[in-house]
């Protein structure tokens, strides 16, 4: 999922240009992986430190190609700094003022729960644009894709484990964000908006 990034920062450098990318959707996978991977490390829980350290790092190469490329660098830094300064706070929470392990896993679940399915709304974020002008050129089709099979996937998992934080709220709400971007994608085919040329007789 994380490598479907990939494509946009191929557009990044090919067009030296951010237009048509959503920047919320990196800043906001990347918080998610970071939290998730304190949770896998508190939980010693070798998968989600692998899956999550790859995401990170994915994400933050990401964030920092938007940065180069983006012409209004301002509201970029002013969003990746708020993001971090909530992860840093939640950081401080967890470490300092908990000391019972039991009770800092289960708080730190219920917090990366919570950044989960912000992650999966926010490439909503630019719903009514997308609404207002019939395309869906923002949105990645191999991301829905992506998500949506990674959120099945992770279900999946934390049946398995019987993990509530990692099955019950923000996975199935990466499933039903993928539907609705599904639809979005059905309702407004990529193509239809693009430019033609008239013909010269």
């Known amino acids: 999922m994380f490598g479907t990034g990939l494509s946009d920062l191929r557009q990044m450098l090919a067009t030296k240009s951010v237009e048509n990318i959503q920047f919320l959707p990196f800043l906001t996978t990347d918080v998610n992986n970071l939290s ?50 909530v992860l840093a706070a939640g950081y401080g929470y967890f470490t300092l003022l908990i000391a019972d392990t039991r009770t800092r896993l289960a708080h730190l679940g219920l917090f990366c729960s919570v950044f989960t399915i912000g992650m999966y709304l926010s490439p909503l974020a630019d719903l009514a644009k997308i609404v207002r002008t019939k395309s869906t050129r923002c949105l990645s ?3 829905t894709v ?8 992770w279900t999946l998992y ?9 099955t019950v709220g923000p996975e199935r709400a990466g499933i039903v964000t993928s539907v609705v971007r599904f ?14 040329r008239a013909l010269h007789a």
């Open 36 to 85: 998730w991977l304190g949770y896998g490390c508190l939980k010693q829980d070798w998968t989600l430190i692998a899956i999550n350290t790859i995401g990170a790092t994915l994400q933050t190469l990401y964030i920092l190609a938007y940065l180069y490329y983006s012409p209004a660098k301002r509201p970029v830094l002013l969003q990746s700094l708020l993001l971090l300064a």
């Open 146 to 153: 992506a998500t949506f099979l990674a959120s099945t996937s």
């Open 158 to 166: 934390g049946l398995q484990l019987r993990d509530p934080y990692i």
């Open 141 to 143: 089709f191999p991301l």
């Open 183 to 196: 639809w979005l994608f059905w309702r407004y085919p990529p193509g239809q908006d693009k430019p033609y």
